[in-house]
C-alpha cells in the first residue's frame, strides 16, 4: 500500500519567514496530495491540495508543489504569522476504487516564533 | 449544516469494556471515513463506507467494527477495549464523484482504556 513519509516532524521559524514541508510518497499511481491543518485539540483541516497533472498551486500565503518523478510534493508557507502555528499534514491518494482513502504522513508541528 | 459531528467527546473505558463512538454527517455525503490518531502520529484509516449498507476494512480495523444503515450514521463499535486502543478517534465524510473532493472531519473523541 502506500507509505507517506513527512519530514521535519518539528519546525520553528520567526514571524514573517518562509516555512517549507516536504512529504514522499511510495505509490507512483497516487495522484491527489492534500494538505490539512490541525491546530492543538482541533479537527483537521483542509489548506490546499493538488493533482497529479499540476506542478504547483499557490493560493496566496500557502503553496504546493509536486514532482512526480521524484515523487515528493512540499508545502511552502510564506510570510509566516502566529496563527500559522499548528501541526500539519500530507496525505496521498489514489484513484483506483470509489473511495479515495488518504494516507497520511506523520506530520510537522510548525510553530511561529513572534 | 452542523457538518460532522462526533459523540462523545471524551471517553474513559476500562480494559474489556465495550462501546460505541457516534459519528454523523447532515451533508448528505455518501463516503464515510473513521480515523483514529495516535499522539504524535498522523490520522490511520480504521474503516469506510460508500454508502448506506457498504462497509470496508482500513489500514487498522482490528478490534473495531462498523455499521452504516443510514446515509447520516456511520457508528464505530469497540469490543474489549484494549490500552492500545487509546486515541483521538476521527469522523470523516465526503461528497462522491471524481475523489478529489475535500474530506471533512468531526471535532474527533478522545478515548482513553485504562
Known amino acids: 500500500g502506500e507509505n507517506v513519509e513527512q519530514h521535519p516532524s518539528t519546525l520553528s521559524v520567526q514571524e514573517g519567514d518562509s516555512a517549507v514541508i516536504k512529504c514522499t510518497y511510495s505509490?507512483?499511481?497516487?495522484?491527489?496530495f492534500p494538505w490539512y491543518k490541525q491546530e492543538l485539540g482541533k479537527r483537521p483541516q483542509l489548506i490546499i491540495d493538488?493533482?497529479?497533472?499540476?506542478g504547483e498551486k499557490k493560493d496566496q500565503r500557502i503553496a504546493v508543489t509536486l514532482n512526480k518523478t521524484a515523487k515528493h510534493f512540499s508545502l511552502h508557507i510564506t510570510e509566516t504569522q502566529p496563527e500559522d502555528s499548528a501541526v500539519y499534514f500530507c496525505a496521498a491518494s489514489r484513484p483506483s476504487g470509489s473511495a479515495r482513502q488518504l494516507t497520511f504522513g506523520s506530520g510537522t508541528q510548525l510553530t511561529v516564533l513572534p | 449544516n452542523a457538518g460532522v459531528t462526533q459523540t462523545p467527546k471524551f471517553r474513559i473505558l476500562k480494559i474489556g469494556q465495550s462501546m460505541t463512538l457516534q459519528c454523523t454527517q447532515d451533508m448528505n455525503h455518501n463516503y464515510m471515513y473513521w480515523y483514529r490518531q495516535d499522539p504524535g502520529m498522523g490520522l490511520k484509516l480504521i474503516y469506510y463506507?460508500?454508502?448506506?449498507?457498504?462497509?470496508d476494512k482500513g489500514e487498522v480495523p482490528n478490534g473495531y467494527n462498523v455499521s452504516r444503515s443510514t446515509t447520516e450514521d456511520f457508528p464505530l463499535r469497540l469490543e474489549l477495549a484494549a490500552p492500545s486502543q487509546t486515541s483521538v478517534y476521527f469522523c470523516?465524510?465526503?461528497?462522491?464523484?471524481?475523489?478529489?473532493?475535500?474530506?471533512?472531519f468531526g471535532p474527533g473523541t478522545r478515548l482513553t482504556v485504562l
Open positions: 470523516a465524510s465526503r461528497e462522491p464523484g471524481q475523489g478529489y473532493n475535500e474530506q471533512f
Open positions: 505509490d507512483s499511481a497516487s495522484n491527489y
Open positions: 493538488i493533482r497529479s497533472n499540476v
Open positions: 463506507s460508500v454508502g448506506a449498507g457498504i462497509t
